[in-house]
Each structure stands twice: as C-alpha cells, then as structure tokens.
C-alpha cells in the first residue's frame, strides 16, 4: 500500500513539472537564431577544444582533421533541434552564448597551457 501512495504522489509531482514547463513552438525564430549563432560559435569551440586536446595538425588530408569537420556537422545537428527544449528565445540565447563563451575561454586555456 505504501508503494502505491508514492506512486500516486511522484506521478502528482510529474504532472505539476509538465505542467509548469510546457514547451511549445513560440518564439521559434528566437530559438532557431540561437542555434545558428550561439549554436555554431559553441559548435566551432567544441571542435577546438577537442582538436587541442587530440593534438590535430592542421592539414586537412589527415584522417583526424576530416573527424573534426565532420564532427562540426554533428554537433551542429544536434544543438539545432535542441534549440526547442528551451521554454522561450531569451533562455535559449543565453544558455548557448553562455556555454559558447566558456567552451571558448577553455579553448584559449588549453591552446596556451600547450604552447
């Protein structure tokens, strides 16, 4: 009986979450700018940070520079519809300028800490 009644209050407390975070298709234009510029800026630095920390040369005929650009298609494709699970514009244009600048001022820390 007692597994039933927290049952019934976690399903209670799932439904008062979905309730009060309902994601819609407002603010799409918002939304889809914050994936094309924050989203490729954090798209690019992640790229960066990955190909300071495998040690890529920069010719672009090695098998580990054609993973990085493909990689970028990846990652890309990824944040783009992710982009919708923020509840407005605002928040997606935060959230990934935020992470674009830290993934960015990780990039430079690394560069500099190898050199």
């Not at 008062?16 to 989203?39: C, D, E, L």
């Not at 920069?58 to 993973?67: H, I, K, L």
């Not at 982009?83 to 935020?98: P, T």
């Amino acid at each position: 009986m007692a597994s039933v009644s927290i049952c019934c209050c976690f399903a209670e407390a799932t439904v008062g979450i979905m309730r009060k975070y309902t994601y819609t298709s407002q603010n799409w234009f918002a939304k889809v700018t914050a994936a094309v510029v924050p989203g490729n800026i954090l798209t690019f630095g992640l790229v960066g940070v990955i190909g300071v920390l495998s040690h890529v040369d920069s010719d672009p005929r090695t098998a580990s520079a054609q993973f990085l650009t493909w990689l970028t298609v990846l990652l890309w494709c990824i944040i783009l519809p992710t982009c919708f699970l923020f509840s407005n514009g605002r928040r997606a244009w935060n959230y990934l300028s935020i992470s674009a600048l830290c993934v960015w001022g990780l990039f430079f820390v690394l560069r500099g800490l190898q050199a």
